[in-house]
């Protein structure tokens, strides 16, 4: 600071410098929040929707009540009441979460997949509905591919992607210049575009590190971050199975719809076979290996909650046992565990649990439940929370556009770009960092990057119309 106050100038160049930097992330603040708002308001809208049905009615049956009078029936029992009420073949039987609430079997048919609620102790059954058709999906599809497949995924990627872009050229907008205390409290005496202001940048600061939680564990799920680059070398090495022969198929097989059935870290590891020696003792010996067999195993074996059993789809494939925090059958990612069991000895082929994931896959096994609102009430306020903090920014930069706008039609009005931009090199080096670690994203900026430097600035036209 001395020496700045012997050399005005020297001050002065940092001053024009941090301008220059503040102009130029407001800049492609502005032009990331044109291309993500829409897309932010339909996540955050489709989530709240998901949350909601989730928390009031459940997505597999499992908050649909019976009343307990006396023994429930053995399953093999109650699976047989299911297919006399929809003939097909049984896929996966969803246990109850409580005593007093229904048994849920999946059945396919030459239809599709059918949920059959059955009561356990009437032997009746209570309701039957089409899997993956309901107000839960169409918001899940909406919410991952915009109802237009691979394309809306894309889409969707790219969005998360520049959403990173606009929280952290928003937190360096906000970076406290003088009143930290303005910075973190709104100052709600300010008046028009002041207020808003205010409300955006503090309500956008206070939300901004869930929200990068939230994009990231997005993006794992998205087709090219997710699926080509992150989950292949996040999933689990088949290769610990010490030396469990392996099936064609992988995990992501046992997926139905959009909606995933197998945790995230095992959807690219291929399944374990039936029809070998190997294995330890699950179904005891001389004992038949049946539905019934299955669940007192998952049942011995300390599945608390709720788990799942899924029946071997052909001859080399497996039981499979799950119990995962983001199918909703705990409130613990911890407690996450998936057990294979051979369809013809009974014995266990493989155990996978929390503890056995790698770093990215207890990070992703942590981040869906959250990111779905399913670890707890407390959960699902803050996600309530969030979301409706999500619209208010959006909508509030929206506000903050209309009012700074100028009236004369045909003006974008975007943020003027400097000059002349100091460290422009490093800019350059964080993008191809960018460009490297998401690849949509990265095509993205550089394609705009071009149309700014390129086009917009030497068509005077174009540049009038954006200014």
Known sequence: MAIDSQNPGTAQAQDTI??????????WHFYAGIFV????????????????????????????????DGTALPVSQQAEVALNEMPGQVVEWIGPKAENLATVFRIKTEAGHRMV?????????????????????????????????TTGDRILEIAAGLSLVLVFTGLYLWWPRGNTLAALVPNLKARGRGLWKSLHAVVGFWMSLLLIVFLISGLSWAGVWGGMIVQPWSSFPAEKWDDVPLSDE????????HQNDVPWVLEQTPMPASGSDVGITGVPEGATVDIDALVELGTALGMAERF????????????????????????????????????YTGKILADVRYADYSLMGKAMAVGIPLHMGLMGIWNFVLNLVFCLSVIFVCVSGVVMWVKRRPQKAGRLAAPPMPAELPLWKGAVLIGLFTAMAFPLVGLTLVAVLAFDLLILSNIPAMKRAMS
């Open 250 to 257: 992988i995990h992501a097989s046992m997926n139905h719809g």
């Open 18 to 27: 941090a301008q220059k930097f503040y102009f130029a992330a407001w800049r």
């Open 37 to 68: 708002i829409p897309f932010l308001i339909i996540l955050a809208v489709t989530g709240l929707m998901m949350m909601f049905i989730t928390q009031f009615d459940g997505r597999d049956g499992e908050k649909i009540g019976v009343t307990i």
């Open 117 to 149: 609620a059955v009561d356990p102790y009437a032997g009746q059954v209570i309701e039957v509905w089409d899997r993956r058709a309901g107000w839960y999906d169409l918001a899940d599809n909406i919410h991952s591919t915009l109802l237009i497949g």
């Open 308 to 343: 799942r059993v899924a029946y071997p789809g052909g001859e080399a494939a497996v039981w499979t046992l799950n119990r995962d925090s983001m199918s909703s059958d705990s409130t613990d990612p911890v407690n996450d565990r998936t057990v294979h069991v051979d369809q």
